[in-house]
């Protein structure tokens, strides 16, 4: 899963410099209705209301950001996407057919067939190496064992016990499982994570170097290595302007597929500040935004009709609270178990995403979504509503006591001050522990808001969620609808292979049941048991799932193809697709 960035402020009036370019235009005619040709040329701006990558590569946690991903979309290649309606399908462009699952004799068996005509943008063809050498770099994040602790996840590729290349031009890749992997169409796809790698810039024999390399990634200054493409777009680090904020996607001229259309697709970071949507929605210069949806945003955006279309989506993204379990104080389960109890969620929905649908509402599940058939209410009634009285009771339980301010303290560990970090410039998430501190102050917890600029920052970062520099955090996280990805968020972390477990909190309870769930094959089997992790998740209260997020798209409507994705797959799903019709 991927983790949701903060947003970085654009001046308000515009653009910067040469790159204050039109929403859409170019020649081509029309706009390609039915049964016409698409229209050609053009540009979009796309307003990234996330931070501006740091980094590119998307396996470490420097580019695990919405941002990367919304750029890698139609960069590197995947096996499989999702679709708005939540199904997955192979991806037709990158293979000849559908991929085959073999389960003889009780061993898991994948095998795919790349296209003859699929290259990558130097010309090397997409080969089975890339296949073996995505798998290898993904399978382990101990040194030990030739991994590398700076992997974000080794889900499902630590399963695998070899990839295997045959036919001619090695296009036949051959995937055996050392144990079955139920939600195998998320592995070598870039919808789900970084997607296929290019093993002939990337590889190295030596694990130790490889490691460093795959720790170095890819920082936005550089820009992707060799400036590789093995999609429709391509990111050429001539088109990085770090300074500005901005990255120009073209098409990668050694592209097979049908499009991009488009002549340019730009990515210019406008932060989350509506003031700054809207007026580009208005003046022309942004063609399409993906923000984080407030009251005063969606309104704005929609007195622009008809000359802009917006839609509001519940996906498959979640806003929770995670909790430091290194902390002093919250590594003591009865100060997490107070503090959610002092929480009134519902209260938290209806001052927040209530105000703008009345579709949102509380979520008592970190493994599904209240939109999926397989959700189910987990939460034990203690947590449903705000019980101040029980949370001060367990506080004194571990020996806190209440100072003459009300706030508790502790002989050893202090006050009870906990800090919530959370992404820069997001006034929804402000506005979200806004309403927690006074509700936690009645517990008798002083928490404070932080903005914390380095939250999804490298571990180089002191104050980051890998670093494990916080007490408590706010943010989401961005899913898909195979679910088995989410083992790296909850499984004991292995030494300083953190994952994106950032609570730090797991048990044997917890690892033995992702064991059975990430190599379940019977659908509703693995449907118990995501239901009963989220049950264990609950006992451990390490983190405290909020609401499910809303998503918001808004473009000029002269933009055709634009249509949102709430996965993982993002609002420039299709991007190659769209047109800017004059």
């Known amino acids: 899963m991927r983790s949701s960035k903060r947003g970085s402020a654009l001046v308000a009036s515009g653009m910067v410099g040469a790159l204050a370019l039109s929403a859409c235009g170019g020649g081509g005619g029309g706009g390609g209705g039915e049964g016409g040709e698409a229209a050609q040329g053009g540009r979009v701006v796309y307003g990234e209301s996330t931070d501006f990558p740091e980094n590119l590569f998307p396996n470490i946690a420097a580019g695990n950001a919405v941002s990367t991903a919304n750029i890698l979309r139609g960069i590197l290649p995947g096996t499989h996407v999702i679709l708005p309606d939540f199904s997955v399908v192979y991806d037709e462009n990158l293979l000849a057919e559908e991929p085959t699952l073999s389960t003889d004799g009780g061993t898991q068996v994948n095998t795919y067939v790349i296209r003859d005509e699929a290259v990558w943008s130097d010309g090397t063809p997409i080969t089975a190496d890339d ?3 995505t798998w290898r770099s993904s ?9 590398c602790a700076s992997v974000l996840s080794t889900n499902g590729y630590e399963q695998i016990a070899s990839v295997e290349g045959s036919g001619e031009n090695n296009k036949t890749v051959t995937v055996t499982y050392e144990t079955p992997y139920s939600d195998w169409q998320g592995l070598f796809s870039g919808n789900f994570g970084g997607g296929l790698l290019p093993a002939h810039l990337m590889d190295n024999p030596d694990p130790v170097a490889l490691c460093d390399t795959l720790t170095a990634g890819w920082p936005i200054g550089e820009g992707i290595v060799g400036d590789i493409s093995g999609g429709p777009w391509q990111l050429l680090a001539d088109n990085i302007d770090a300074g500005a904020q901005t990255v120009v996607l073209t098409p990668n001229p050694e592209w097979w597929g049908e499009g991009p259309n488009l002549d340019q697709l730009i990515v210019q970071n406008i932060g989350n500040d509506p003031t700054t949507a809207v007026q580009g929605l208005q003046s022309g210069e942004l063609g399409v935004i993906y923000p984080q949806p407030q009251l005063d945003l969606v309104d704005q955006v929609e007195g622009l009709a008809p000359t ?10 979640f806003e929770h609270l995670d909790f430091n379990t290194l902390d002093p104080h919250l590594g003591d389960i009865n100060v997490r178990r107070a503090f959610t109890m002092a929480l009134d969620r519902e209260e938290i929905v209806a001052q927040t995403v209530g105000q703008f649908s009345s579709e949102a509402e509380v979520l008592q599940n970190r493994i599904y979504f209240n ?5 189910q209410d987990t939460a034990p009634e203690e947590y449903k509503q705000q019980n101040t009285d029980m949370a001060r009771q367990l506080l004194e339980q571990s020996g806190y006591t209440a100072g003459p301010d009300g706030i508790y303290t502790h002989p050893q560990r202090g006050p009870l001050n906990i800090q919530i970090d959370t992404t820069a410039n997001n006034p929804l998430r402000q506005q979200t522990i806004e309403v927690m501190i006074p509700q936690l102050r009645e517990a008798g917890i002083n928490a404070t808001f932080n903005a914390n600029p380095d939250i999804f920052a490298g571990a180089d970062k002191p104050t980051s969620l890998e670093a494990g520099g916080f007490q408590a955090a706010l943010f989401a996280w961005v899913g898909a609808p195979l679910r088995s990805p989410t083992q790296s968020i909850y499984s004991t972390p292995q030494g300083d292979n953190v994952q994106q477990n950032y609570s730090r909190q797991g048990t044997p309870e917890i690892d033995a049941l992702f064991q059975q769930f990430v190599s379940q094959p019977d659908p509703d089997a693995q449907t118990e048991l995501g239901n009963q992790i989220d049950a264990a998740l609950w006992e451990q209260v390490a983190t405290v799932p909020l609401y499910q997020k809303p998503t918001f798209i808004a473009y000029q409507s002269a933009i055709e193809g634009v249509e949102d994705n709430s996965t993982q797959a993002g609002p420039l799903w299709n991007s190659e697709t769209w047109t800017a019709a004059q």
């Open 371 to 375: 939109n999926q058939p397989q959700y």
């Open 139 to 147: 399978r382990s994040g101990d040194p030990a064992d030739g991994g």
């Open 308 to 317: 802009v279309e917006s839609d509001i989506t519940f996906g498959l993204s």
């Open 131 to 133: 296949f073996e050498f």
